[in-house]
């Protein structure tokens, strides 16, 4: 194996390392599952990640890499230039450090509890009604919390870093690009800008090709 693996389903968070690969010109073979194939004990992931999450990185050494943030990490340790992530000596470090976590820690588990609830509490409908729609308003609230720390045309000025890929590939998911427009609209600004991007414009294409 020559270039880096990368497993996902289409329009899933893999989407954001995708586009970080293809910031940093980083040459990979996508290997595209369906929601069906992911998940604890799946087959298609079994021997690379028992958990079945995507996205799952192999790399070229063999080495499995999982988590989003740190396939980023690893695609800027390998082109810098990038910018993908801020460093001590760079400005906006701390902010940085502060609000990619936030996405991680705060955000994304959102997503984690809320699509699929009926995992989480024993198959109860009324609960997973009421874990999706808890985790629904939560989100709101943290994306309300983080608008006004969001500046133009990216999250930390002129140059695009790793937060701008997650808030562009999040507002495709729930509450969705109109709440987005209307609550936050920094931040929609800002997912408009990553999108209009040539090289992430091809990626989305990828990933969306029925909205060519």
């Not at 699929?116 to 997973?128: E, F, I, S, T």
Request: glycine residues 6%; contains cysteine; aromatic residues 12%.
């Amino acid at each position: 194996m020559t270039r880096p693996v990368l497993y996902g389903v289409p329009g899933s968070g893999a989407m954001i390392c995708e586009a970080g690969f293809a910031l940093a010109e980083i040459e990979i073979d996508c290997r595209d599952l369906t929601w069906d194939d992911v998940g604890w004990g799946r087959k298609p992931l079994q021997s690379l990640n028992p958990l079945g999450q995507i996205p799952t990185l192999v790399l070229p050494s063999g080495e499995i890499l999982t988590e989003s943030s740190a396939i980023l990490h690893w695609i800027h340790s390998q082109n810098p230039s990038v910018g993908l992530i801020r460093s001590p000596d760079q400005s906006y470090y701390v902010k940085f450090l502060r609000w990619f976590m936030f996405l991680n820690g705060a955000v994304y588990p959102t997503f984690t509890y809320g699509d699929k609830p009926m995992r989480w509490v024993d198959h109860d409908q009324k609960a997973a009604e009421l874990l999706r729609a808890g985790t629904d308003k939560h989100r709101k609230t943290l994306y309300e919390h983080l608008e006004p720390e969001a500046t133009t045309p990216f999250f930390l000025g002129n140059e695009v870093c790793a937060i701008d890929l997650y808030l562009w590939m999040m507002s495709y998911w729930r509450p969705g690009k109109d709440w987005f427009k209307s609550n936050c609209p920094s931040i929609f600004s800002i997912a408009e800008k990553v999108e209009s991007m040539p090289i992430v414009s091809q990626v989305e294409s990828r990933n969306f090709p029925s909205a060519d």
